[in-house]
């Protein structure tokens, strides 16, 4: 739903995944878990704006709190490919500058979005992927982790319970991780199974000198195949940000999100078409990208104030936050 901010107040909204979130799938405990986690990510980005901060630092932080939080598909708690393994992508952009950062398929970073900062701040291009990418984390300084570090039970259980349903091979247990008995009881896993597909984390901001910015961060589809990239770590596709129009960060089915370039065309909407940020966010996820099964969400800022929210799923998670105002957080569709 559209709101809009005074002139010049900062503002903040964030995402943790779009699908198919059931009320009473999802339980009151892990209801309240999530929101917890969204606020708490919330908190993190609007202390950066309430304090004369960027936009960009605000969307840097907010995602470092998702990725460390298990929660969510990104870093930490993220999903595992078909082989077993975490392959995080991420990105980040500056409406103000257009200059951006992403990577694709690292494996031992701990927080992928600074990374991407990275990419933007230390070297002359855009996106790196895989080993590359991977060894210029080492050498830009970031922290590492190991796969234990990676690990959680319940995703791994919803990977085997996947992979099993397609009837394909059950990799190994990640190297370090801790045995299964010492892990999540089995029926929390059970019900988090399918809710634990989702959770990718993606954040936009707008701060006092009027400027905005988007980042996404996930561990990408649950068993996917090694080396498939989505559409987060893909400039336009599901992060961007121009302060000729707006910031938008994606979720759901990275492939339908990078044929229909979702963040840079509902930009292109309110640039060129005079659409305000909600049509336009509407237009593309309910009228382009829901017919064809395109399934997923967004959240989008524009320098002038105006946030949006727009999915085609039974929930998203999603929170955001305007300068003198209450945090709101929402998971359902039926919520505002
Ligand atoms: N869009 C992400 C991808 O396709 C996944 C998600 O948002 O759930 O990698």
Known sequence: MAQQTQARHWAIVVHGGAGDIDRAELGPERDKAYREALSEAVKAGAAVLDHGGSALDAVEAAIRAMEDDPHFNAARGAVFTAAGKTELDAAIMDGATLRAGAVADVTRTR???TLARAVVEKTPYVLLVGPGADAFSLDAGMEQEGAAYFFTESRWQSLIKQLQKEGKPIPPRPEGAPLPERAVPVTQLEEAADTHRYGTVGVVALDRSGSIAAGTSTGGLQGKMPGRVGDTPLIGAGTYASNQSCAVSGTGVGEYFIRYTVAREICAL?????FTLQQAADEVIHKRLAPIHGDGGVIAIAPDGHLAW????????RARMVEGGPLEVHIYNDEP
């Open 310 to 317: 727009s999915f085609n799923t039974p929930g998203m998670f």
């Open 111 to 113: 927080y992928p979005i």
């Open 270 to 274: 309110v640039q060129y078409k005079g």
